[in-house]
């Protein structure tokens, strides 16, 4: 189903972009991934290592509009076209509301929301033209209540929600699919944590958010998946 199609990935340096990345090579696709560092370079490597040949990295900012317009521009020059793009990108924080500075408030806005905009404004030309595609945004299951000292990152995340929900019926008479994947607590490197720590043995895996990205990306073309929503059983959280 996705074998040879062409996917943008973003946050692909490590964790659960990494494993996105490498769960839609194993797939068969062509890939873009994007990081905030060089890391980005050396998981391109690796991915090269495992025998996946069709791998483009960038070392971009999302929150940066020339930046997000480069990468989709020198995809389609690569490969000839976008089929899949996961807004994967993004940051978080836990601290009561008056310790949040202004700039950590814009910050995560910036790449949390704005990374998320700019990347999907940048590609929804070429799908349009195309009449195809599929955009799945790595949001949390936080877009749908609140937690406290959480203030910034789940506004953050309402945004996103509201925002792909808006995308998803501009575009559904060209036949893009918009959809989010909302995980509860994932072992991986979110908000300066180490991936692998004894105390997230029953939390979620990288490869459980990887692979719904791959149900997401791979549903049949009469089939829209709105939303996926994955929680670890052992956590604890209100139902809506």
Do not use: C
């Not at 040879?4 to 964790?15: E, M, P, Y």
């Not at 069709?54 to 995809?75: C, R």
């Not at 033209?129 to 995340?157: H, L, M």
């Amino acid at each position: 189903m996705l074998k040879d199609q062409v996917a943008i990935v973003t946050g692909a340096s490590r964790g659960i972009g990494r494993e996105i990345a490498v769960k839609l090579a194993e797939h068969g696709m062509k890939l873009t991934i994007i990081g905030s560092s060089s890391q980005v370079s050396e998981t391109a490597d690796e991915l090269k290592n495992m025998g996946y040949s069709n791998i483009l990295p960038f070392q971009a900012d999302v929150s940066k509009e020339e930046d997000m317009q480069e990468v989709i521009k020198k995809t389609i020059e690569t490969y000839g076209t976008v089929d899949v793009l996961v807004n994967n990108a993004g940051i978080g924080f836990f601290k009561l509301t008056e310790e949040v500075t202004v700039e950590e408030w814009k910050k995560i806005f910036e790449v949390n929301v704005q990374g998320v905009f700019l990347a999907t404004k940048a590609v929804l030309p070429h799908m349009k033209e195309r009449k195809s595609g599929t955009i799945i945004t790595i949001s949390s299951d936080v877009a749908r209540y609140t937690i406290p000292n959480g203030a910034a990152y789940t506004a953050t995340k309402y945004a996103v929600q509201g925002f792909s929900g808006s995308v998803a019926q501009e575009v559904r008479d060209y036949g893009i699919r918009v959809g989010t994947i909302n995980p509860g607590m994932v072992d991986t490197y979110f908000a300066e944590s180490t991936q692998g720590l004894a105390e997230k043995k029953g939390w979620l895996k990288v490869e459980d958010i990887a692979n719904a990205v791959v149900y997401m990306a791979s549903a049949p073309k009469h089939m829209l998946i709105d939303e996926i929503v994955l929680h670890p059983f052992v956590q604890q959280y209100p139902i809506a």
